[in-house]
């Protein structure tokens, strides 16, 4: 038995416990990312939820309304002129119409 053929007997005895950690540490990694991700979206029932947004709105993480810039005028009202819609195949959902926020 020489020096090369040891080495390689070795590596086949250490490639699959390496293997094997591998795996886990990347498991163990992934349910880590999983687990924030859940955290991050407030349920019913959690303590330090925010508030509810008001109406059926979703909220801002900022908890201001926010508006593009392309819908202000000029004098930073929002603009009451007919914007460009897009529906696709398949969207029965009502048209949705800006809300003036002030």
């Known amino acids: 038995m020489n020096a090369s053929s040891h080495s390689l007997e070795l590596l086949e005895r250490l490639f699959p416990l390496l293997y094997a950690g591998s795996f ?11 687990g924030r991700g859940f955290q991050a979206i407030p349920r019913p029932g959690d303590s330090g939820a925010l508030a509810k947004p ?12 926010t508006i593009h810039p392309e819908l202000l005028d000029s004098e930073g009202r929002i603009t009451r002129e007919d914007l460009l819609t897009v529906r696709f195949s398949g969207d029965n959902g009502e048209a949705a119409t800006p809300v003036d926020p002030s």
């Not at 886990?24 to 999983?34: D, E, Y």
């Not at 008001?54 to 309304?65: A, C, L």
Request: no cysteine; net charge positive; proline share 4%.
């Open 24 to 34: 886990i540490f990347l498991l163990w990694q992934a349910f880590q990312v999983m």
């Open 54 to 65: 008001v109406g059926d709105r979703p909220g801002d993480r900022t908890g201001k309304v």
